[in-house]
Each structure stands twice: as C-alpha cells, then as structure tokens.
C-alpha cells in the first residue's frame, strides 16, 4: 500500500483554495469592519463567526446528504463544483462594498455557500485514500492548505501595502476558480451510481437472509446498526473516545480560532504594527506548518495519532506562555515559527482519527461531525474572546484565553482510547 501523491496532491487544491480564502477573510475582514462601521470587539468577534453558524448547521447535514448522492460526478463533486465559483464571485465583491448592510449581505452569501462545499471537499480524501494512509494522505492535503495560508498571509500582506484590501481578495477569487479548474479535470471521482446499486443488492441479500434465518454479512455491506444510525454502529468505549476527542477537538480549535481571528487586532493595538506587517506575521506559523505537515502524517503511523496530538498539545502551550507576556515583535514570530511544527502534530492527525471510527457509508457524517465541533468551537470562542477583550480594554489576554483551551483539550485528549489506523 502506498500513496498515489499525485492523486492526493489535485484533492489537495479544493483545500488549498479553502485555506488561502478564509485566511485573507480571517486577516482583513475585522480590519475592515472596526475602520469602517465597528468599535466593538464583541459585535465584530459575532460577526467574525458567522461562517461557523452556517458551518454547524448545514455542513453535518450536507456531508450526511453527499453520502446519500449518487451521480456520474461522484458523491461529493456536485456540491463542490456548485460552490466554489459562487463563492469566488462573492468574495471579490466583500471590500468593494460601501455600507454594513451590503457587506453583511456578500459576507452572508460567501460563508452560506462555502458550508454547502466544504464538508464535501474534505470528504474526498479519505473517500478516495485507504484507512492506514489517511494520517500521511491529511499531511499532504494540509500542506497544500499551509501553502494557501503562506500565499494569503505574504503575498496577499504584501498586496494590501501596495494596494489596499480589493487585491487581496481579487487574489483568492482567482486561485478559486483555478482550484475549481484543477479538480474537474484531473479529480476523477467513482460513479456513485454504481455503488448505490451495490449497497442495494447486499441490503436486499440482507433482508432475503434475515427472513430464512441465514445471517449473511457481504463485505463493504452496510452494518444494520449503522446503516441508518451515526453512531450506532460503535462499541461503548468507541463512542466515548469518539466524544472525547470531539470535545478535545472542540477546545484546541476554541484556541486557535480566537488567536486567527484577533491576532492582526492584537498586533496592531498592542504591539503598534500596521496590518500588513501584523498578517505576514502569521507566515511563520503557516511556513512550519507546510513544513511539518507530511511529517506529522508520517510519524503518526509509526508512533500513533494520538501520541502525535498529544506531542502537539504539549508543544503548542508551551510554546504561547511566553507570548502571555513577551511583547517584542521578533520573539513574537519565532515563537509562531516553532508553534507551528505542534499545530501540524494536531491538525493532521484529528481528522484521520475521526473517520477511523466511521464506516465506509458514514464517512461524509463523520466528517462532518468533525466540522460541527471545530466550527462550534470557532463559533462561541470570539465572541467570548471579544467580550473578555471588551471587559478588560486589552488584547494582552489572548494567549492567556489560548493557552487555557489547549490544557483542557489535552486533559480530554487523554482520554481517548480508539481512532487509530488498524494494522494490514
């Protein structure tokens, strides 16, 4: 068993264009709203988590609908070669607006439809990727990632210097549409319609054997636990590490995304530095996180993914204690350099964790229960951010809030017991 790179590598790019997007809109859009309508931390941290409101709410139910699509294109590619040109067509338009409403408006139809394709997207990989390759396959799809986030925060840093907030976002527009392009042509996804005429005959071999008394299970049939059930299908102590590293899913994004969607703010009111200096900051973490990210794939599947994420949890809050009280731009960045190697420990191996505990009918549910926890997390943490930052007239809190959710991720992360690949 080895890994079609070249394969991983085009899935990578529906990825790719997902990552540089939402690092342009997590890096210029508060910006835009505190110089242009906004003082308020809390009302701009709300506003900032409106992708992750439609996130909970439709992408669960669109990865659960895609499982249950069957065309020529494949489960998942309808969704994603709807979505993603409405949404580059929409996220051209978001710092050309000229009022709050009609920039509440293009930011409303952008985060409506990306909840409609990004589920799938990610469901491609471990769709198309064999259980035990899926740690090293992620470490490929979140390089590419790392690549977009690299490209967003330094070229499109760089951008806005030169020429404000509408190049930035001209940038991703098109890397979306080329993305598109990418996947269409050289993304060949298995006509579903044959594996629904498949799973139908094996349901109605099934049924004829349950009414003669003959239990008969054919391979890749659906379980009659989990056919219908999310979770069903799983054993008691599968279902509590499943909850358990949901939650520790849940915390680690609580950390990162407030740290995401404040850090240009911090670094602009705290630390004095103008916002394109404050987004290229971020390079460095995204740098050590392309870096480190086929790595950390790889390392887990001779040491173990939760062994990988643990090392990460560790890594990653000692690493942001000292940005607690360290205010020096230059220790600033080489602290997010080495943050980054530990946040690809993690990022890379939660996923592949998560749909090791699905069947292979349910892995689109599965990823999107995944979806559900990291964009609840990234739903509630800046507003509560927001409202402490209001309460105490100061950013210095940030990486206190940060360092506090990777602990208690860590302490749930503990009690995970199952998620690992099974052995050929």
């Given at each position: 068993m080895r890994l079609d790179y070249r394969k991983t590598f085009l899935i990578g790019f529906g990825f790719f264009a997902s990552s540089l997007a939402w690092s342009i809109y997590n890096s210029f859009v508060p910006l835009m709203l505190e110089e242009r309508y906004i003082q308020t931390t809390a009302i701009i941290g709300f506003i900032m988590t409106i992708d992750?409101?439609?996130?909970?709410?439709?992408?669960?139910?669109?990865?659960?609908?895609?499982d249950r699509t069957h065309t020529r294109l494949g489960r998942r590619m309808p969704y994603i070669l709807a979505g993603i040109p409405v949404c580059a067509l929409a996220f051209v338009?978001?710092?050309?607006?000229?009022?709050?409403?009609?920039?509440?408006?293009?930011?409303?139809?952008?985060?409506?439809?990306?909840?409609?394709?990004?589920?799938?997207?990610?469901?491609?990989?471990?769709?198309?990727?064999?259980?035990?390759?899926?740690?090293?396959?992620?470490?490929?799809?979140?390089?590419?990632?790392?690549?977009?986030?690299?490209?967003?925060?330094?070229?499109?840093?760089?951008?806005?210097k030169i020429g404000g907030y509408n190049l930035p976002f001209l940038m991703g527009s098109i890397v979306m549409i080329f993305a598109v392009l990418m996947l269409f042509f050289f993304v060949r996804e298995p006509d579903s319609r044959k594996l629904a005429r498949r799973l139908e005959h094996a349901e109605a071999a099934m049924a004829a054997a349950a009414e003669s008394a003959a239990p008969v299970k054919e391979e890749n049939a659906p379980d009659a636990a989990s056919g219908k059930g999310g979770f069903r299908h799983l054993s008691g102590p599968e279902k509590r590490s499943l909850f358990a590293l949901l939650a520790a899913i849940f915390f680690w994004f609580a950390g990162y995304n407030a740290v995401e969607t404040f850090f240009t703010l911090y670094a602009?009111?705290?630390?004095g530095v103008d916002k394109g200096d404050a987004?290229?900051?971020?390079?460095?973490?995204?740098?050590?996180?392309?870096?480190?990210?086929?790595?950390?794939?790889?390392?887990?599947?001779r040491f173990g993914r939760k062994k990988m994420i643990v090392i990460g949890l560790i890594g990653i809050t000692l690493t942001f204690i000292p940005m607690i009280m360290i205010e020096s731009l230059l220790v600033l960045r080489i602290l997010l350099f080495i943050g980054g190697f530990f946040w690809a420990c993690i990022n890379i191996n939660s996923l592949p964790m998560v749909v090791e505990l699905a069947s292979s009918e349910r892995i689109g549910s599965f990823t999107g229960y995944y979806y559900f926890f990291s964009f609840?997390?990234?739903i509630i943490s800046p507003t509560?951010?927001?409202?402490?930052?209001?309460?105490?007239?100061?950013y210095s809190s940030l990486?206190?809030?940060?360092?506090?959710?990777?602990?208690?991720?860590?302490?749930?992360?503990?009690?995970?017991?199952?998620?690992?690949?099974?052995?050929a």
């Amino acid at each position: 068993m080895r890994l079609d790179y070249r394969k991983t590598f085009l899935i990578g790019f529906g990825f790719f264009a997902s990552s540089l997007a939402w690092s342009i809109y997590n890096s210029f859009v508060p910006l835009m709203l505190e110089e242009r309508y906004i003082q308020t931390t809390a009302i701009i941290g709300f506003i900032m988590t409106i992708d992750n409101i439609f996130g909970v709410v439709f992408q669960p139910l669109v990865g659960q609908l895609s499982d249950r699509t069957h065309t020529r294109l494949g489960r998942r590619m309808p969704y994603i070669l709807a979505g993603i040109p409405v949404c580059a067509l929409a996220f051209v338009f978001i710092p050309h607006t000229r009022s709050l409403a009609a920039m509440m408006f293009v930011i409303i139809l952008f985060n409506l439809v990306m909840s409609f394709w990004r589920s799938p997207v990610v469901a491609l990989m471990p769709d198309l990727t064999p259980p035990l390759l899926r740690s090293k396959a992620n470490g490929v799809i979140n390089l590419m990632g790392g690549v977009g986030s690299i490209i967003a925060f330094l070229i499109g840093g760089s951008l806005a210097k030169i020429g404000g907030y509408n190049l930035p976002f001209l940038m991703g527009s098109i890397v979306m549409i080329f993305a598109v392009l990418m996947l269409f042509f050289f993304v060949r996804e298995p006509d579903s319609r044959k594996l629904a005429r498949r799973l139908e005959h094996a349901e109605a071999a099934m049924a004829a054997a349950a009414e003669s008394a003959a239990p008969v299970k054919e391979e890749n049939a659906p379980d009659a636990a989990s056919g219908k059930g999310g979770f069903r299908h799983l054993s008691g102590p599968e279902k509590r590490s499943l909850f358990a590293l949901l939650a520790a899913i849940f915390f680690w994004f609580a950390g990162y995304n407030a740290v995401e969607t404040f850090f240009t703010l911090y670094a602009k009111n705290q630390l004095g530095v103008d916002k394109g200096d404050a987004t290229m900051s971020l390079t460095l973490f995204s740098l050590t996180l392309v870096a480190f990210a086929l790595p950390a794939g790889i390392l887990a599947g001779r040491f173990g993914r939760k062994k990988m994420i643990v090392i990460g949890l560790i890594g990653i809050t000692l690493t942001f204690i000292p940005m607690i009280m360290i205010e020096s731009l230059l220790v600033l960045r080489i602290l997010l350099f080495i943050g980054g190697f530990f946040w690809a420990c993690i990022n890379i191996n939660s996923l592949p964790m998560v749909v090791e505990l699905a069947s292979s009918e349910r892995i689109g549910s599965f990823t999107g229960y995944y979806y559900f926890f990291s964009f609840s997390a990234a739903i509630i943490s800046p507003t509560l951010f927001g409202w402490i930052r209001d309460l105490t007239q100061s950013y210095s809190s940030l990486f206190i809030y940060a360092v506090c959710a990777f602990v208690i991720a860590l302490i749930c992360m503990v009690l995970v017991k199952h998620g690992e690949a099974a052995k050929a």
